[in-house]
């Protein structure tokens, strides 16, 4: 009985409120939502995938999928925890180059990825983009003092130049596939200097230069096995770390002495 | 095989690093020396931050001494109370060392100490070398004999605060000891060095050191020393890199008893000169890398931490 009232209130209100809400569904993923840095650790992929379903009303009055002409676009946009940096600049000292001058970068990513199913121009506005800060010359960068325009675009660029040297910084426009504009795919690389800590992972669907939905997925990223031990070990209690460095090393120095008395007799 | 070092944080073929260690081991091993001044630039070639090369491979010159003093120690090649006072000031100049690197390292300005560090020190030492042995070369050829007698009293002879050293059967000033020690600290906080290129020929000309109990005391006093520079470097700026300390002593272990062998088939002079030539190239390869424009002037460091 009170099923049959649900379904006559929800007809009622359908048609009270006749336009049909068209909204996109998505539904996104990591392959894994955990990176462990291990001791064989020489950078890894991660595969970023996810469904796209419109919900429109049909010629016959029902609810269904349609897939013809819609053109979606997707950017994924995958950053590490951010932190202040600081970019130094070599000038020369009489024969030598030295680092003189040096800018505070603040809150900036030590990982930042960025790959779309277009170049990101034809997908979204300047605008849309500099807000998302999809695309490496998105990025919002402050410093921390105030500098002088061109002074900070050579720093910026300084910094850019550094950061995707190290592979830390990569934008591969037009990679992401879309599947019959359902299924979409990414794929990301990480090298193994990548930093550790929380990462995000926001994908972005547009159509029509349009930006209609965003999801974001958290990552992490942190050192395992023995790597983690060491690591911790050593950051966190310093000083028990350098007397166990040291008794590890005469104990591998006097067993290395010992072994080479035994061979050579 | 890929590995990834926990400190260092970069991912390195371990075999690389194990040629590298077996490398530099194996002309260790060849001409007695301790091989830090070429396994630090080395690391630092092939993508370790400059600092962690520093702190480990200090790491690594305590294992590599510790069984070279051993075994001096059993032939009684070592003068305890001459390696005790070298300790003392081997620890003031390491804490020195370590306190000058420190504040270089947040300044952005380490690099560039290391590397000036290097040019001077090896250009100088290597430099002397080339010139010392060229002509005890052309000497023997001429066949001169190189003189011999009593020394002569110098400078060092007139400092206060004499002490005994039975060992050495030396009545020296302690300044001087402690001195040398001190500017050997320095040298393996900012330089990954033993310093034993510089201690031997300072024990031999300005001590006077007997020739047998040179190398073990150097040996004895560099074993602390670079156990201090790996604590005060663990504590200041966690740049200690046990994992790639071990796999480059692995190689070293093992080149050192090869370089040995073939070190011996070798003349002194012979020895010297190449010893000279190649503490002369990595010398010149780092003064071209400060003075050669950069390809690239912006260096980036992440703010607050010490990496």
Not at chain 1, 154 to 163: P, S
Not at chain 1, 189 to 208: C, Q, S, T, W
Not at chain 2, 85 to 99: A, D, E, R, T
Request: glycine share 10%; proline share 4%.
């Amino acid at each position: 009985m009170r099923r049959i009232i649900l379904i006559i209130t929800y007809l009622i209100t359908g048609f009270l409120f006749s336009q049909p809400v068209m909204a996109e569904r998505m539904v996104t993923d990591l392959s894994r939502h955990i990176i462990e840095i291990t001791s064989e650790f020489s950078g890894t992929q991660l595969l970023i995938f996810g469904a796209i379903e419109r919900d429109v009303l049909l010629d016959d009055g029902a609810r269904g999928i349609v897939v013809e002409g819609m053109d979606y676009d997707v950017i994924v946009v995958v950053q590490s925890a951010r932190h202040d940096m600081i970019v130094r600049r070599k000038e020369q000292v009489g024969p030598i180059w030295a680092n003189r001058d040096s800018l505070t970068l603040k809150n900036v990513p030590g990982y930042y990825a960025v790959t779309s199913t277009r170049p990101l121009n034809q997908i979204l506005g300047e605008q849309d983009l500099k807000r998302l800060e999809a695309g490496i010359e998105n990025l919002t960068i402050n410093f921390a003092k105030p500098v002088p325009q061109a002074e900070g675009k050579a720093y910026r660029d300084g910094f850019i130049r550094n950061m995707k040297a190290k592979d830390l910084y990569n934008q591969q426009e037009g990679t992401v596939s879309v599947l019959d504009d359902i299924l979409f795919r990414a794929i990301l690389e990480f090298p193994a200097n990548m930093p550790v800590g929380e990462y995000k992972v926001d994908v972005h669907l547009i159509r029509n230069g349009e930006l209609l939905l965003s999801e974001q997925s958290p990552l992490e990223v942190g050192k395992a096995g023995l790597e983690r031990l060491i690591y911790n070990f050593a950051h966190i209690y310093p000083a028990s770390y350098g007397i166990m460095a040291i008794v590890v090393a005469l104990f591998a120095g006097w067993l290395g002495g010992f072994l080479s008395r035994k061979m050579s007799g | 095989m890929q590995t990834y070092l926990p400190i260092a944080e970069v991912s390195i073929n371990i075999f690389l690093l194990l040629l590298m260690g077996g490398g530099v081991g194996f002309l260790s091993g060849m001409f007695g020396v301790g091989g830090g001044f070429l396994m630090t630039p080395i690391l630092m070639f092939v993508g370790v931050p400059p600092a962690v090369s520093v702190a480990t491979v200090a790491n690594q010159i305590t294992a590599a001494s510790v069984s070279g003093a051993l075994a001096h120690a059993r032939r009684g090649g070592i003068d305890y109370k001459m390696g005790g006072v070298m300790i003392v000031g081997g620890l003031i100049g390491s804490f020195f060392g370590s306190m000058i690197f420190t504040i270089l390292k947040s300044s952005g300005q380490v690099d560039l100490l290391i590397s000036l560090a290097y040019v001077l020190f090896l250009g100088g030492i290597g430099g002397l070398m080339f010139v010392e042995s060229v002509r005890s070369i052309l000497r023997n050829r001429r066949g001169d004999k190189p003189k011999v007698g009593r020394r002569h009293r110098t400078w060092v002879d007139a400092l206060p605060f004499k002490m005994k050293f039975k060992a050495s059967k030396l009545y020296v000033s302690v300044l001087m000891p402690v001195s040398i020690g001190a500017l050997v600290g320095v040298l393996t906080a900012v330089m990954g060095v033993g310093g034993g290129f510089i201690m031997v020929p300072a024990m031999i000309y300005l001590l006077n050191m007997p020739i047998k109990v040179v190398i073990g005391t150097s040996l004895f006093q560099i074993t602390f020393v670079t156990a201090s520079v790996t604590f005060l470097h663990s504590v200041n700026t966690q740049t200690v890199d046990v994992l790639l300390a071990l796999i480059l002593l692995i190689g070293a272990v093992i080149g050192a008893q090869l370089g040995a062998k073939v070190g011996l088939k070798l003349k002194g002079e012979q020895l010297r000169i190449l010893l000279a030539i190649l503490v002369l190239t990595v010398c010149s390869k780092m003064a071209l890398d400060l003075v050669v424009t950069p390809d690239e002037l912006y260096s980036v460091t992440p703010a607050g931490l010490i990496h």
